[in-house]
């Protein structure tokens, strides 16, 4: 009966020790892989955990076994059993610790692996200019996908799932890649259109050599219809408009015709006449296609007026009072069998050179480019012939015959479209040899 307190009282100080030891290892043990969650679940460096070392172990427990000791100084059983349970806390701890270390390479090499997908995502999105802004938001959203693969480490089937995300990403970057390079291709093609459409919209020499001459034609008829009083209200405007550009048309047409005559005559004795003004500040300057279609408007404006016929009619009406007036005077000579050839008035002789000038100028264009192969050698022979001779009524009313014959043959058409060939082939020939050259 006297033993019976004292057994109670040791039991429970062990039962209270045990609760002491029990706490204080879950406190060390919770110390202990607290670190270990949250290296886990953030992406930052954990700096590696040193294992508690015997010195620590030995401090951190004396108290308790002096404690144990002091109250249970003979129960060796139950100092063993402590010291085991211990011992497997510690082993426990060092599992833990382990895993934590193997979790921590893992991590690195998912980091190295990550990199390495970076490198070659930067490589992928090398020389791309266009797309320089797209492919910046795709590398973000890249590593927005990494930092979601790093939160995911902790299982296998995660890290899986992510990789085959991020494969996913690169192919849909390399499709992205492949599409800029097609638009890059199709800006280039709409820029060679561009430089194209503009080469067109710029008159070759030869070109602008017609519309100067085709201007003289308007600076002379409109001259001759202020002159005999025909379209009386517009003909002055007309006139001061078109000798603006070509004050001595007579001289000009004349000179033209001249040079079509030399067998040499190529398109233009000199070298720059094969040359087309190519600069882009001809679009705005006299250069250009608008001077060509303002000839155009201009030259149907004339014939719609009937102008030219009006003109021609006025210098035979005055040629008709000349001869009447000669036929009548009984000094005159002239024989009645020679009136149709007769000789033609100034005015009226510089019209028909004025004319011949100007089919022999488009027939040796027409040989020169090929047009109507079959009767422009035999054309430009007949007016070659015509020169140096005073011209009578028969070469006025040929002269008439030929300009209704290059209308219908549209011969000043055909050299048009003749020299709009030559522009687009050279440049057909650079976009082939470009589409060569591309991969």
Known sequence: MDHTPSVRSSSTGRASSMSVRTSAAATTTGAILQPSRSSVRTPVTIPPIEPPSNRLREKRFTPEL??????????????????????????????????????????EE??????????????????????????????EALRQREAALKAAQ????????????????????KDDTA???????????????????????????????????????????WGLAVQYGICADIAGTKHEHWSSFAPLPFEVVISAGQKA????????????????????????????????????????????????????LALAQHRRSNVVRQSSDPKSSADPKLMDAYELGQEESEDVLFKEAWLTYFWRRAKVHCVEEDI??????????????????????????????????????????????????????????DSEASP
């Open 66 to 107: 002096g404690q144990m000791d002091l109250k249970d100084s003979g129960n060796d059983h139950e100092t063993s059993a402590l010291r085991d349970e211990l011992d497997m806390l510690q082993e426990e701890n060092d599992i833990i610790l382990d895993k934590l270390r193997r979790t921590e390479e893992q991590r």
């Open 110 to 139: 998912s980091e190295a692996r990550v990199r390495l997908l970076e490198k070659q995502v930067a490589s992928l999105g090398e020389g791309l200019s266009l797309e320089a802004k797209l492919l910046t938001r795709k590398q």
């Open 154 to 173: 902790q299982t296998k089937d995660g890290r899986e799932d992510e990789i085959t995300i991020l494969r996913t990403e690169i192919e849909n970057l």
């Open 179 to 221: 599409n800029a390079m097609e638009q890059l291709q199709e800006a280039e093609a709409e820029a060679k259109a561009l430089r194209t459409m503009t080469q067109r919209m710029i008159l070759t020499h030869e070109e602008m050599e017609e519309v100067v001459l085709k201007r003289c034609w308007l600076s002379r008829y």
């Open 261 to 312: 005559r030399e067998e040499s005559w190529n398109g233009g004795d000199d070298s720059d006449r094969s040359k087309r003004a190519r600069d882009i500040s001809d679009l705005s300057g006299e250069g250009n296609i608008e001077s060509m279609l303002s000839v155009e408007m201009a030259l149907r404006e004339l014939a719609s007026l009937k102008v030219e016929d009006a003109v021609i």
């Open 376 to 433: 422009a050698e035999e054309r430009l022979q007949v007016w070659i012939g015509r020169s140096g001779q005073s011209p009578t009524t028969h070469d006025a009313v040929d002269v008439e015959r030929g300009l209704i014959e290059l209308r219908k043959l549209g011969i000043e058409q055909q050299l048009w479209e003749a020299s709009r060939k030559e522009i687009d082939q050279p440049n057909n020939g650079k976009m082939s040899t």
